[in-house]
């Protein structure tokens, strides 16, 4: 589940925390990123868990509007609430979900849920039931499709738009704080693949996209770390027309980072890496910066290059029979 992308701004996060503290030991921060890692994980599955808790607040509200109407002993009786459509209050794909045996186990196991936390279930349930998905679903015909399309929706429009959800999940987790919109990406795909007979013991996603991902991730904090003074060299060297003295700590940090990749990860395209890189800093730093980066970086790839400093293996694709 967590991909490159993310483990490169976890990387960041962490190094970033590691030069303002007073703390040099480098495997405190190999800890603080393995445990924001895992933080990360536990946001998917509680997350992931939403879709239950809101699904079912929503049966209970009907059930309550639906006893209301019998012992007003009136069919049309108007209770003023309006009735959850059942793709919201009996959604099959929530239903599977409760169900899940390794969401259930994760939870357990890490003493994660929303017991404490009835308000924010009923924000969402209230947002849910003026939000474009619930439209779009209330104008379709119901079936398994309809349910995994309104959920989906759900994620995309109320989840991540909840105020008081965010707040509350700041508070939760420092490391959360900027995970809920790539989470929530990976949660809109776990219900994609959500069919019908998918059974009870459905694996959902693992904790990383590829099982070198971790190890990627750790080896590229420590080169950072390891060789800070040589990457602020090389660095140095290849600033052009730029007050040196005014860049900002987090250019510095996202170019320490980018070639670090460049050396120690010769699978690795250098266009990707650059890429990548300056993408991060047009979120993670200054306006300026990601031209600054993009061409620092430039400098830095072609003086290499010509040095014969930076090896890069083609990968060989098999080809399919």
Not at 172 to 195: C, G, H, L, P
Request: net charge negative.
């Amino acid at each position: 589940m967590i991909n490159r992308i993310l483990l490169r701004i976890k990387v960041i996060q962490i190094l970033f925390s590691y030069y303002k503290s007073n703390s040099k030991d480098v495997n405190d921060a190999k800890n603080e990123l393995t445990l924001s890692l895992d933080k990360t994980y536990e946001l998917y599955m509680l997350l992931l868990r939403l879709a239950v808790e809101v699904s079912d607040y929503a049966k209970t509200r009907k059930e309550s509007i639906a006893k209301r109407c019998q012992m007003a002993g009136d069919a049309n009786f108007d209770s003023g609430e309006k009735v959850p459509a059942d793709f919201l209050a009996e959604n099959k794909v929530a239903q599977q979900l409760a169900e899940n045996v390794t969401l259930n186990k994760f939870l357990e196991e890490n003493k994660l849920s929303w017991n404490k936390h009835p308000e924010i279930i009923n924000s969402l349930y209230a947002e849910a039931l003026t939000s474009q998905a619930y439209e779009t679903a209330e104008a379709s015909e119901r079936d398994y499709d309809c349910d995994r399309r309104f959920l989906r929706g759900f994620y995309k429009s109320v989840v991540t738009s909840n105020k008081m959800l965010t707040e509350e999940l700041e508070g939760m987790s420092i490391y959360w704080n900027d995970d809920t919109e790539t989470v929530i990406s990976f949660i809109m795909k776990t219900i994609a693949r959500y069919e019908e007979t998918t059974p009870n013991d459905y694996e959902l996603m693992p904790k990383f996209s590829d099982p070198t991902d971790e190890t990627f991730a750790l080896t590229l904090l420590t080169k950072v770390i390891y060789n800070q003074a040589e990457y602020d060299e090389l660095i140095m060297t290849h600033i052009k027309n730029w007050d040196k003295e005014r860049i900002a700590f987090m250019d510095k940090i996202i170019l320490q980072t980018a070639i670090a990749e460049l050396f120690a990860f010769p699978h690795i395209p250098i266009v990707v890496t650059m890429n990548e890189y300056v993408e991060l800093s047009k979120y993670y730093s200054t306006p300026r910066s990601s031209t600054f980066i993009n061409g620092v970086l430039d400098a830095i790839v072609k003086d290499l290059k010509e040095q014969n400093k930076l090896t890069k293996v083609a990968v060989i694709t098999p080809k399919t029979r």
